[in-house]
């Protein structure tokens, strides 16, 4: 069964502290991965959709990249406004055009 | 187009009421989703539809829950004699067939008391 796993949870940043979050997953056949930010009672906004491994793709401090178990969101020099909740998803080759998210990690920058 | 639409935003109920709600897609898309989410949690699958046709239902949705595509156009989701355990944020997402990428409405908060 499809299954995504993120981490950490929850992430405190200094402005300007980059770091790394982490999204593994296990399906039988990547049809495509997708990052989405969600704000506080709002629903989740794409970013990015990464398809096979090796690809990246980047959006302002933003850089999503995939291997064959995992994905990393990369935030470069982060800002406050970049606070919120990052979710991962996945979709299968199987058939279904399902995605299948993880929990989360919320992200909140200091000033 | 202003991109996925959801109605009504809040809801409170009381515990045993039916509740429906709307979700307007973009309009070219033919996928519609509908996933559940709770505080601290990922969404969760409930069912998709392409056009018209509901291709599919997660297991662990109550048949007190249905949802129609009429048409093709926008989904309705009914939960009927609601319990506490309802209440969560239901989010409507679509997509198109050219890309693999699904766009999240704003969301329906139900509140059951």
């Known amino acids: 069964e499809d299954q995504v796993t993120q981490s950490p949870e929850a992430l405190r940043l200094q402005e300007g502290e980059s770091s790394s979050l982490n999204c593994s997953y296990t399906v039988s056949g990547l049809r495509g991965l997708f990052w989405y930010r969600q704000d506080p009672g709002k629903g989740p906004e794409f970013l990015f959709t990464?398809?096979?491994a090796g690809e990246e793709k980047e959006k302002e401090r933003l850089k999503a990249t995939l291997t064959k178990k995992e994905s990393f969101l990369h935030i470069t020099a982060p800002k406050p406004e970049d606070s919120a909740t990052y979710l991962c998803?996945?979709?299968?080759?199987?058939?279904?055009?399902?995605?299948?998210f993880g929990t989360g990690t919320r992200l909140k920058v200091l000033a | 187009d202003t991109g996925v639409s959801q109605d009504p935003r809040h809801k409170i109920t009381k515990r045993g009421q039916n509740v429906t709600f709307r979700c307007d897609p973009i309009?070219?898309?033919?996928?519609l989703y509908w996933y559940r989410q709770t505080l601290g949690q990922g969404p969760e699958f409930l069912t998709y539809?392409?056009?018209?046709?509901?291709?599919?239902k997660s297991r662990l949705l109550s048949d007190r829950f249905s949802a129609e595509r009429p048409k093709g156009s926008f989904s309705t989701l009914e939960i009927q004699r609601t319990e506490q355990g309802d209440s969560a944020m239901y989010l409507c997402a679509s997509s198109s067939e050219s890309n693999t990428e699904a766009f999240f409405g704003q969301g329906t908060r139900l509140t059951v008391v």
């Open positions: 990464l398809y096979s």
């Open positions: 998803a996945v979709q299968d080759t199987s058939g279904t055009y399902k995605y299948i």
């Open positions: 309009s070219e898309h033919n996928r």
């Open positions: 539809f392409q056009n018209e046709a509901q291709l599919e």
